[in-house]
């Protein structure tokens, strides 16, 4: 085994990850800790900073186990684009109605700043056309907002906010410093297509946050360097003896969990595949799904977040669509089904999407059907159960479904199912569209991690619906290979971001669409469309009351 390795951490929506990376980007271990969110009401969401933070010391102290710390050559960290904060003293502070400060963590999926992302976008300021045009209420200045509104005696204890990316190269280095990424991405931190950098104080100051220009922004970053930078002097005295490993050891400025999965995405290789980065769109698939688009020159997409600035590979301008419930969706409508909890007790340990998966291929197969995909023309689903996030940026839609019977039994949630996973990739369609739409003329592949890349049904679909190659890494941990990338890069093992992704990007494998299905899932995608503009019919009708 080489000498030479490199650490990514990745901090999902409920557990936290450690793998431990060799140079040419094969994983050699891996260990995964869950941890703690609170729900205390509707559409909040919370998570604890240190309860996070020793989560990811018992992962890196179980991938590292056995290796010499000299081999250790750089660690990178990945995590949601949540919101941490801390007092003047840098311990947790409460951002809960409960006023318990380990509750200190607004986790990005939290949806509590619905009025206040709605009172941001009824000013119309200039910084909103690097979010689409509208800021979600899953972004950080609403949030900040809403503590500043409803919690003002935590806003006025308040010392540091971190993205949580930030906050875990904080604990790892004692250095302040911000992720590019997290800043442009999240808290709108402006790169503009003139060249200008910073933070905007009118917008700041408009939205009611002015404040936070006090010493130079420290609060939310006055020190704002590119993924994969060096963080201060490496890891500190402190935190390396909490990991076992060597003080200095170099640790990269971070990246949105999503991102990461972008970075160890972008340079798979497949024979065959354009591997120049502006042809391939990735999908970061979890609880929700990113769809990552880069490009030599911004390109501005209505509902699509971006262009952003470097914000993942350097020099290229980012834009990112998503789906903000995809695996929790699939897991919702499957653990709502009555037939379920039948299903489970019988199949051991298959998985219950295989189970559903190999049902479908025997239900088509009774009714004389080429294709599973044929078996919903009667069903048809809305998937945004918890609002869109692009590319109609509109929070409070409603999830739909059409074409229910009384039938309670296992192959009627085999069709939910099936149905399901093709309004997923519809929802990639449509922002695919508004991508094609706003000028990305050269998409030419689909790159898929995740959990789901591992779902046949899931990929061959995605394929099928958008008429494109997709491409499924051997590599199945993305993500981690992503944070890894930012470890090298730290360490200056190469000579730059763009030959890591390519060194430790690895190979894939293709899944070509069925041309067979493709005037059908046309026909799909129509009804799929109909459904938003009957939804808006709705809402018209019934406002009236």
Not at 502 to 525: F, L, T, W
Request: proline residues 4%.
């Amino acid at each position: 085994m080489p000498g030479c390795y490199f650490v990514g951490v990745d901090v999902g929506t409920g557990s936290t990850r450690a793998a431990l990376v060799t140079d040419n980007g094969r994983i050699v271990s891996t260990h995964v800790q869950n941890i703690q969110t609170w729900n205390p009401q509707q559409d909040f969401y919370e998570q604890s900073s240190e309860n996070i933070w020793n989560a990811c010391v018992t992962c890196i102290k179980k991938v590292v186990e056995g290796v010499n710390p000299e081999e250790i050559k750089g660690i990178g960290f990945d995590a949601t684009c949540s919101l941490v904060a801390l007092d003047t003293s840098g311990n947790p502070l409460s951002v809960s109605p409960t006023g318990h400060n380990d509750q200190n963590v607004i986790l990005w999926m939290d949806h509590r700043a619905a009025k206040e992302a709605s009172k941001i976008n009824a000013l119309n300021h200039s910084v909103l056309k690097y979010v689409g045009g509208k800021i979600s209420l899953e972004m950080e200045t609403p949030k900040l907002l809403w503590l500043k509104t409803h919690l003002k005696t935590q806003w006025d204890k308040s010392g540091l906010f971190f993205d949580l990316p930030d906050f875990l190269t904080w604990k790892a280095t004692n250095c302040e410093s911000r992720s590019l990424c997290s800043l442009v991405c999240k808290w709108t931190y402006e790169i503009t297509t003139d060249g200008k950098e910073g933070w905007n104080s009118q917008y700041f100051q408009d939205v009611g946050l002015g404040d936070l220009q006090a010493n130079n922004w420290r609060k939310i970053g006055t020190k704002v360097l590119p993924p994969g930078s060096p963080v201060g002097d490496g890891l500190s005295l402190k935190a390396a003896g909490e990991l076992g490993l060597k003080v200095g050891t170099p640790v990269g400025t971070s990246i949105i969990d999503a991102h990461a999965g972008g970075l160890g995405l972008v340079g798979c290789r497949v024979p065959n595949i354009s591997e120049d980065f502006s042809t391939r769109l990735g999908l970061i698939c979890g609880t929700s799904t990113c769809h990552m688009a880069v490009s030599d020159v911004p390109v501005f997409t209505p509902g699509v977040w971006g262009p952003y600035y470097s914000a993942m590979v350097p020099g290229m301008w980012l834009n990112e669509g998503g789906q903000s419930a995809t695996g929790k969706l699939i897991d919702h409508v499957i653990d709502s089904h009555p037939a379920t909890s039948g299903i489970k007790g019988k199949i051991g340990d298959m998985h219950i999407q295989i189970y559903l998966s190999e049902l479908l291929k025997d239900l088509a197969k009774k009714a004389g059907l080429d294709d599973e995909a044929y078996l919903t023309k009667d069903l048809h689903v809305w998937p945004d159960f918890h609002g869109n996030r692009s590319p109609i940026a509109d929070a409070t839609l409603k999830g739909t479904i059409c074409g229910l019977t009384l039938a309670e039994d296992e192959e009627s949630l085999a069709l939910l199912y099936l149905a399901t996973v093709q309004a997923l990739a519809y929802g990639t369609r449509h922002i695919l569209d508004a991508l094609i739409k706003s000028g990305y003329s050269s998409i030419q592949s689909i790159l898929i991690c995740g959990g789901l890349s591992k779902n046949l049904l899931f990929t061959q679909t995605q394929a099928d619906v958008v008429n494109l190659p997709v491409i499924c890494p051997d590599e199945v941990e993305s993500v981690l290979l992503g944070s890894a990338i930012l470890g090298a890069c730290a360490a200056s093992y190469f000579p730059d971001m763009n030959s890591a992704v390519k060194s430790m990007g690895g190979e894939g494998k293709i899944v070509r669409p069925n041309s067979a299905v493709v005037e059908y899932h046309n026909n799909k995608y129509k009804v799929f469309l109909k459904m938003y503009e009957h939804q808006i019919e709705y809402r018209k009708i019934m406002s009236k009351n």
